[in-house]
C-alpha cells in the first residue's frame, strides 16, 4: 500500500479547519484510509542519514503518513487527498474537467516516428496553462510524478512522465527513436552535453536513475523528444532536458508520457492534469494536444470524458448487507466522487453513475458498491453470518488429518511455500528435469526462487535448526506444493500433501510407518495386497533422498500418492542433521 506524506499544518488549510490527531484518524477511517505514522521532516532526514539527533538538518513540521490504496492514484499527494476529503466532508461539490476550447489549428502537435515502435510506440501529451506554483505545490508536483513512476508506471517500465517549461520550447514537437551517439543534449541538473551512450555510462553511478537505464540501454534506438529547433525535451525514460526543466517561475507546464502500455499512459496523464488543474487560472481546465501517428491518425490527449454506467439499487443493497433507498445511495456515491442519480428502467430501481476522469479505479459495479459501502461505514453495517458459508470439502480434510497427527505425539509446524532451487533438488539428491518445479521469474534473494515440490526440505530446515533439541523430535505438515502442469490454464497446479518426520537416536521408521497406517485407518483405506485397487498398498521405491532399500511407495486405488523411509545420510549431511531420520509425504487431495 503507498504511503503518503503530507505536511499536517498544510493538510489541514486544505481541509479549512483543524483536527486533533484522534479525530484524523478517524476521519481517515471513514474514508478508507490509515494515518499510518506521525513523524517530523527532521526525524525523517536522520532516519534517512543515520544521523545524530544534533547533526540532522531541517525543520520540526510534523509530517502525516497516510497509508492509501493502491489503486487510488488520484490520492498520491496532498491535493488530491484533501479534494476527496472535503468532497467527502460535503465542504466542496465534485469539479467538471473539461478541456480548453480551442481550434484546430491552434493546438499543440505531437508527431510521432515510426521508429518509436521499436521501444516505446505510445505517447500522450496535455499543457496546463496559467498554473501558479508555490514551492508546496511545486514539490508536490515533482513528488506526485514520482510516486506515480514506482507505481501504476511499474518504475517507469510501462510508463514515464516528462514535464516541460512550455515557454522555453517552441511547437509542433517531434517524438523520435534514433541510435544512441546521434542524441546529444545537457540533461537535468548537468551543464554540459552528453550524446546519449556517454550518459548511459554516466548515470550508472547514480543511486536514483541507474536502476532506470535497463528499460532502453541495450536497444539500437533510444526515445527522445524534440520541438521545432531540435532542442532535446527529454530522453524517455531516463532524463528530461536542462533547457525545459520546470521552476516556480513557470507559468504553461507541458507534459509528455511515453508508454509500452497505452491504457496505463491515459491514466497517469488524467491523474496528473486532473490533480494540478486546480492551480491553473481557469481551475480543472486542461489544453488538449494532438498526437499524430505515421499511419495518418491523430488522437487528442487527455481523455477527460466521463465513464457511465448503470448498477441495480439491489445489486448494491444485496452485497453491502444494509437496506438503502435510492437517494441515500446517490448521496453516497456524491460523497466519493461519483455522480450518481436514480434511473428507472421497468420494475427495476437502477443507479446512473458517472465515473469522472480521476478515478480510474472504478471499472465495475463492484467498485461502486464498494464506495457506497466506505461512505456509509463499515462500522454501521450490521453483522450477519452468511448461510451458505461453509468451509471447503479439502480444508475440511486437513484439519481432521491434522488433528489425528497431533494427537500421535507430532508438532505441527509450518515452513515457506518458496524456496531455493538448491534445497529443493541437490540437497535432496534429485536431478532437476525442468518439468516439476515452478521458477520465481524475480526473486528477491536466492533463498525465494523455487515454489517447493516437496514439503521435505522445510522439515530437513526445522530438524537442522533445532539439532540440539531433546530427542526424538517429532514434526508433521499440511501444506500446498505446486508442480507445473500443461493441462491448467496457468501452467502449474496446486496440491495439498502431508509430512511427517521422526527424529531420533534410531531411525524410527517403524513409527512413520504407523503414522501411515492411522492415516488410512481414519479415511477408511484398508490395507490391501498389491495391485488390489479397493485400498492401500506399499511397494518398493528407488527415490534419491530415501536410503535404499529401506523405502516404500505409497498406492491408493491404484495411483501412486506418496513415498515413506529412512532419509538417505548424504541428505541428512546437507542439512546437517547428525541424526537418523524417517520421513513420509503423502498427497491427501486422493481421498477426496
Known amino acids: ?23 484524523f484518524e478517524d476521519l481517515c477511517f471513514s474514508f478508507g484510509i490509515e494515518l499510518d505514522d506521525v513523524t517530523t521532516e527532521k526525524a525523517i532526514i536522520r532516519k534517512e542519514k543515520h544521523l545524530d539527533e544534533e547533526e540532522a538538518e531541517g525543520d520540526e513540521e510534523i509530517i502525516y503518513k497516510i497509508e492509501v490504496p493502491a489503486n487510488r492514484y488520484d490520492l498520491l499527494c496532498l491535493e488530491g487527498l484533501a479534494q476527496a476529503l472535503r468532497i467527502f466532508n460535503k465542504q466542496d461539490k465534485m469539479p467538471t474537467y473539461k478541456l480548453a476550447n480551442i481550434s484546430k489549428e491552434s493546438t499543440i502537435k505531437m508527431h510521432v516516428k515510426p521508429e518509436t515502435a521499436l521501444i516505446r510506440p505510445y505517447v500522450v501529451c496535455a499543457v496546463l496553462r496559467d498554473i501558479t506554483f508555490d514551492e508546496a505545490s511545486y514539490n508536490s508536483f515533482i513528488d506526485l510524478q514520482d510516486k506515480l513512476h514506482q507505481n501504476i508506471c511499474r518504475r517507469r517500465t510501462l510508463v514515464a512522465i516528462g514535464t516541460h517549461d512550455l515557454d522555453t520550447l517552441q511547437g509542433p514537437f517531434t517524438y523520435e527513436a534514433l541510435p544512441p551517439v546521434e542524441i546529444n543534449f545537457v540533461p537535468l541538473k548537468q ?88 492551480y491553473c487560472k481557469s481551475k480543472f481546465e486542461v489544453e488538449p494536444v494532438e498526437v499524430i501517428y505515421p499511419d495518418g491518425k491523430s488522437y487528442f490527449y487527455p481523455d477527460l470524458s466521463v465513464y457511465d454506467m448503470e448498477v441495480p439499487l439491489s445489486y448494491i443493497t444485496g452485497l453491502v448487507g444494509v437496506s438503502l433507498k435510492t437517494e441515500e445511495v446517490t448521496s453516497l456515491l456524491n460523497r466519493m466522487q461519483l455522480r450518481a442519480e436514480q434511473s428507472v428502467s421497468g420494475d427495476v430501481e437502477k443507479i446512473n453513475v458517472s465515473v469522472p476522469p480521476n478515478r480510474s479505479d472504478v471499472l465495475h459495479p463492484c467498485d461502486v458498491m464498494e464506495d457506497v459501502a466506505i461512505a456509509f461505514g463499515y462500522n454501521n453495517i450490521p453483522k450477519r453470518k452468511l448461510p451458505s458459508l461453509k468451509p471447503l470439502a479439502l480444508n475440511q480434510l486437513e484439519d481432521l488429518i491434522r488433528a489425528e497427527i497431533a494427537m500421535n505425539g507430532f508438532t505441527e509446524v509450518l515452513t515457506w511455500i518458496l524456496g531455493s532451487h538448491w534445497e529443493n533438488f541437490s540437497l535432496l539428491n534429485r536431478n532437476d528435469d525442468k518439468s516439476t518445479a515452478v521458477i520465481v521469474g524475480n526473486p528477491r534473494t536466492s533463498d525465494f526462487e523455487v515454489v517447493r515440490t516437496s514439503l521435505m526440505p522445510g522439515a530437513l530446515k526445522v530438524i537442522g535448526h533445532n539439532k540440539d533439541h531433546p530427542k526424538p523430535i517429532k514434526i508433521f505438515e499440511v501444506g500446498d506444493i505446486v508442480r507445473l502442469d500443461e493441462t491448467k490454464d496457468v501452467g502449474a497446479t496446486n496440491r495439498r500433501s502431508l509430512s511427517a518426520l521422526y527424529c531420533g537416536s534410531n531411525s524410527g521408521f517403524e513409527l512413520i510407518h504407523s503414522v ?20 492401500y498398498y506399499i511397494e518398493r521405491s528407488d527415490a534419491p533422498e530415501f536410503l535404499s532399500g529401506r523405502q516404500a511407495s505409497i498406492i491408493y486405488k491404484g495411483k501412486h500418492i506418496g513415498n515413506f523411509g529412512i532419509v538417505h545420510p548424504q541428505v541428512l549431511n546437507n542439512f546437517d542433521i547428525p541424526d537418523p531420520c524417517s520421513f513420509m509425504e503423502l498427497d491427501i487431495e486422493y481421498f477426496l
Open 191 to 278: 551543464e554540459k552535453a552528453f550524446r546519449a551512450d556517454e550518459l548511459m555510462e554516466f548515470y550508472k553511478s547514480d543511486l536514483k536513475l541507474k536502476k532506470f537505464l535497463h528499460i532502453i540501454e541495450n536497444s539500437p534506438v533510444f526515445p527522445v523528444f524534440y520541438d521545432q529547433n531540435r532542442t532535446v525535451l527529454s530522453l524517455p525514460p531516463i532524463i528530461n532536458g536542462a533547457h525545459s526543466a520546470i521552476t516556480l517561475k513557470t507559468k504553461n507546464v507541458f507534459i509528455e508520457c511515453t508508454a509500452t502500455d497505452l491504457t496505463k499512459a491515459k491514466i497517469v496523464l488524467n491523474t496528473m492534469v486532473t490533480t494540478f488543474s486546480a
Open 516 to 535: 501411515l497406517d492411522r492415516v488410512m485407518e481414519v479415511m477408511g483405506a484398508p490395507f490391501v495386497p498389491v495391485g488390489d485397487s479397493r485400498g
Open 1 to 23: 500500500m503507498p504511503t503518503v506524506s503530507v505536511g499536517r499544518d498544510r493538510l489541514f488549510a486544505a481541509l479549512g479547519r483543524k483536527y486533533t490527531q484522534e479525530e
